[in-house]
């Protein structure tokens, strides 16, 4: 379902979803649980976020008589934002498998909270691409939002963002910035607290992704 105070932002619904997040938040889940919950969910995600793609009819010969059939009219670019974002591009790829992949590193200063550039690798192609620009968590927005910037002035025009959780200040700050750019979550937070951390939040993603906590 669309949380209609944020025009751009769809908020996935799903008792699978509901479940898996409570595991998710748990900081008891150990970190071969958290992997495989976070692709389950990271794949609901993924459905929601690609049923914008554009498809042209093409005929099609079934074992009976041949009829019209469909494939994807654009080409499918997913880039991670380092290094968390990894956890979410595999969801992608089952469903895209000719999806190129292309890499933003980015890290939070925990004091300043915004975000730091360091490594960058993107596909040819951004203009003419559906781009979906993946990071479990949208917290105050400054990674998503420099990333954005980023992916803009290297040509890209159709942007989704794709997160686990978000946080209202994040939300507003990407809508405020990109309101062309349409956000997908699993989850909207109550908001951040004194750290730039999301409450309740699930702590550090990538920490609990790679076991580095």
Not at 14 to 23: A, C, E, N, S
Not at 92 to 99: E, K, L, N, S, T
């Amino acid at each position: 379902m669309t949380d209609h105070n944020f025009k751009n932002l769809t908020v996935v619904q799903h008792p699978v979803i509901d479940r898996d997040l409570t595991f998710l938040r748990n900081r008891n889940t150990e970190t071969s649980t958290f992997r495989r919950v976070l692709e389950r969910v990271s794949i609901i995600l993924a459905y929601h976020a690609l049923s914008d793609l554009k498809v042209k009819s093409r005929e099609v010969e079934t074992p009976i008589q041949k009829t019209q059939g469909f494939e994807l009219d654009e080409q499918v670019i997913v880039i991670p934002i380092l290094r968390a974002g990894l956890g979410l591009v595999d969801s992608v790829i089952r469903f895209i498998p000719d999806a190129k992949i292309g890499h933003l590193g980015m890290y939070r200063d925990e004091e300043t909270k915004k975000p730091i550039d360091y490594y960058s690798n993107l596909p040819k192609g951004l203009d003419k691409a559906y781009v979906l620009l993946v990071d479990p968590m949208l917290a105050t927005g400054g990674s998503a939002c420099d990333a954005l910037g980023f992916l803009k002035k290297n040509g890209a025009t159709n942007v989704h963002f794709m997160s686990l959780i978000a946080a209202p200040e994040g939300i507003a700050r990407v809508e405020k910035e990109y309101p062309d750019v349409q956000l997908i979550t699993a989850a909207l937070d109550e908001k951040l607290n004194d750290e730039a951390f999301i409450v309740p939040g699930l702590g550090d993603a990538g920490d609990r992704i790679f076991g580095t906590e």
